[in-house]
């Protein structure tokens, strides 16, 4: 629905840790790329949710280490006060 705000529940099952190395990070929004033949996917840092498409667009921080589904982003970008650069 347009123009709904959703809550995240702080006991939501996706949270973990995360907000030891995600809080406030910088994020870019990018195609997923190889890394090498044997290093094709990367894992949603939230859900979990395999990132291997180059052609459906990510989030990931700036060393492109940690990544987050299209779907986690917009679900804790408010709480984890991201910036997209």
């Known amino acids: 629905m347009k123009g709904t705000i959703i809550m995240i529940n702080q006991n ?7 907000r ?8 870019k929004h990018v195609y997923f790329q190889k890394h090498s033949e044997s290093w094709d996917h990367e894992h949603c840092e ?9 052609k459906k667009m990510e989030y990931c921080t700036i060393d492109n280490y940690h990544w987050i589904c299209e779907n986690c982003f917009n679900d804790f970008k408010d709480m984890f006060k991201w910036t997209v650069v």
Not at 46 to 54: A, G, K, V, W
């Open 12 to 18: 939501d099952w996706r949270l973990t840790n995360q």
């Open 20 to 27: 030891n190395y995600l809080f406030e990070k910088q994020l």
């Open 46 to 54: 939230f859900c979990n949710e395999t990132i291997c498409d180059d």
